[in-house]
């Protein structure tokens, strides 16, 4: 099969294209499934670039964590999916450690049928690509800062791939009473398209010297330290990436089938989106480049490659 692969950590000059990859070989609880669209994650150059050596699989790499795609086998012990049927998931449990060696760039990955759901049928597998990881990633943090009906929450890097997705989460799936999103001037419509009540444009004000204090706050920027500022006494402060200062706490995702499965209602309805940047979809061609702009730190929404 075709896949992209590298051999060695590095910059994105370390991708190549590989036309004689071997199939990966199908466990009894996993599913063959052909790719149709794959989506790229920060991780996925983070970890390009070495930065999680010591808990990743062994070298060479397909890298991939997103995917969607159609089932062409069932191991022996699936009992939900067949051949045929439209998948979407996030194939690595665990994102950090031993992800996938064989990933969802490629014409072909495996994966457990816990970690994936059916596609929902009103989305395309380039918009279905672009949710896995970034929307387990939302609801996960929502879920672990105790979010609920009611509660307000400032959402720290609101355009990009989680961020847009937390905001819809907030306020659509759990039922915020206030959503306050970050972005740059050209994105603060988007986030309010999205569902924030108020859009914080970070190149003209601190969102740390604002009067406004929230029940919840996610940093999907990498500024835990401001972020504690702003958090009501005993609210959370859930930290993606970068410093943690208490009270706030970071955490890795969990791949779970079940958390797409319940949130496909929303997805179906079209209540929740997924958020394709439109630079995209980019072609297999040119996931190289895909890379290159996801690491830029500018991309609205998620960088998917379709088809595959
Ligand atoms: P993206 O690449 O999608 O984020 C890009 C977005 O970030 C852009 O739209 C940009 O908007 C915005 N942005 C950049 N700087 C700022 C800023 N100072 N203030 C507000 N917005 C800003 O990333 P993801 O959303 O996929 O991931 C976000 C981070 O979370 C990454 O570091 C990722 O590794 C991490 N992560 C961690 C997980 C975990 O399990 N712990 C899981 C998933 C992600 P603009 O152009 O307006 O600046």
Same mark, same amino acid.
Do not use: C
């Given at each position: 099969?075709?896949?992209?692969?590298?051999?060695?950590?590095?910059?994105?000059?370390?991708?190549?294209?590989?036309?004689?990859?071997?199939?990966?070989?199908?466990?009894?609880?996993?599913?063959?499934?052909?790719?149709?669209?794959?989506?790229?994650?920060?991780?996925?150059?983070?970890?390009?670039?070495?930065?999680?050596?010591?808990?990743?699989?062994?070298?060479?790499?397909?890298?991939?964590?997103?995917?969607?795609?159609?089932?062409?086998?069932?191991?022996?012990?699936?009992?939900?999916?067949?051949?045929?049927?439209?998948?979407?998931?996030?194939?690595?449990?665990?994102?950090?450690?031993?992800?996938?060696?064989?990933?969802?760039?490629?014409?072909?990955?495996?994966?457990?049928?816990?970690?994936?759901?059916?596609?929902?049928?009103?989305?395309?597998?380039?918009?279905?690509?672009?949710?896995?990881?970034?929307?387990?990633?939302?609801?996960?943090?929502?879920?672990?800062?105790?979010?609920?009906?009611?509660?307000?929450?400032?959402?720290?890097?609101?355009?990009?791939?989680? #961020?847009?997705?937390?905001?819809?989460?907030?306020?659509?799936?759990?039922?915020?009473?206030?959503?306050?999103?970050?972005?740059?001037?050209?994105?603060?419509?988007?986030?309010?398209?999205?569902?924030?009540?108020?859009?914080?444009?970070?190149?003209?004000?601190?969102?740390?010297?604002?009067?406004?204090?929230?029940?919840?706050?996610?940093?999907?920027? #990498?500024?835990?330290?401001?972020?504690?500022?702003?958090?009501?006494?005993? #609210?959370?402060?859930?930290?993606?990436? #970068?410093?943690?200062?208490?009270?706030?706490?970071?955490?890795?995702?969990?791949?779970?089938?079940?958390?797409?499965?319940?949130?496909?209602?929303?997805?179906?309805?079209?209540?929740?989106?997924?958020?394709?940047?439109?630079?995209?979809?980019?072609?297999?061609?040119?996931?190289?480049?895909?890379?290159?702009?996801?690491?830029?730190?500018?991309?609205?929404?998620?960088?998917?490659?379709?088809?595959?």
């Amino acid at each position: 099969m075709k896949a992209w692969a590298y051999d060695d950590y590095g910059d994105g000059s370390v991708l190549k294209l590989n036309d004689a990859a071997a199939v990966p070989d199908i466990a009894d609880d996993q599913v063959l499934v052909r790719v149709a669209a794959a989506a790229l994650n920060p991780v996925d150059a983070k970890r390009r670039a070495g930065k999680f050596k010591a808990t990743d699989s062994p070298l060479p790499t397909v890298p991939g964590y997103d995917v969607a795609g159609v089932v062409v086998k069932a191991g022996r012990k699936v009992k939900g999916l067949k051949e045929g049927d439209e998948v979407y998931g996030n194939i690595s449990e665990k994102a950090l450690e031993g992800p996938k060696q064989s990933g969802s760039l490629a014409e072909y990955t495996a994966v457990e049928e816990k970690l994936l759901a059916l596609k929902p049928k009103s989305l395309g597998f380039a918009q279905a690509a672009g949710l896995p990881l970034a929307v387990e990633t939302a609801h996960e943090g929502l879920e672990r800062a105790g979010f609920s009906a009611g509660k307000s929450i400032l959402i720290l890097g609101g355009a990009g791939g989680v #961020g847009s997705l937390a905001i819809q989460l907030a306020k659509h799936v759990y039922g915020a009473s206030k959503v306050a999103a970050t972005a740059s001037t050209p994105k603060l419509e988007l986030l309010k398209s999205l569902g924030a009540d108020v859009a914080i444009d970070y190149t003209k004000e601190n969102f740390e010297d604002l009067p406004d204090k929230y029940d919840v706050v996610l940093d999907a920027v #990498g500024q835990g330290e401001k972020a504690v500022k702003v958090v009501k006494e005993g #609210g959370s402060v859930v930290v993606l990436t #970068g410093a943690v200062v208490p009270p706030g706490f970071r955490f890795v995702v969990t791949s779970d089938g079940s958390v797409l499965e319940k949130l496909n209602p929303y997805l179906e309805s079209g209540k929740v989106k997924p958020l394709v940047d439109p630079k995209g979809p980019f072609a297999f061609s040119q996931v190289v480049e895909a890379f290159s702009y996801l690491e830029t730190g500018r991309a609205t929404g998620k960088v998917v490659i379709s088809p595959i």
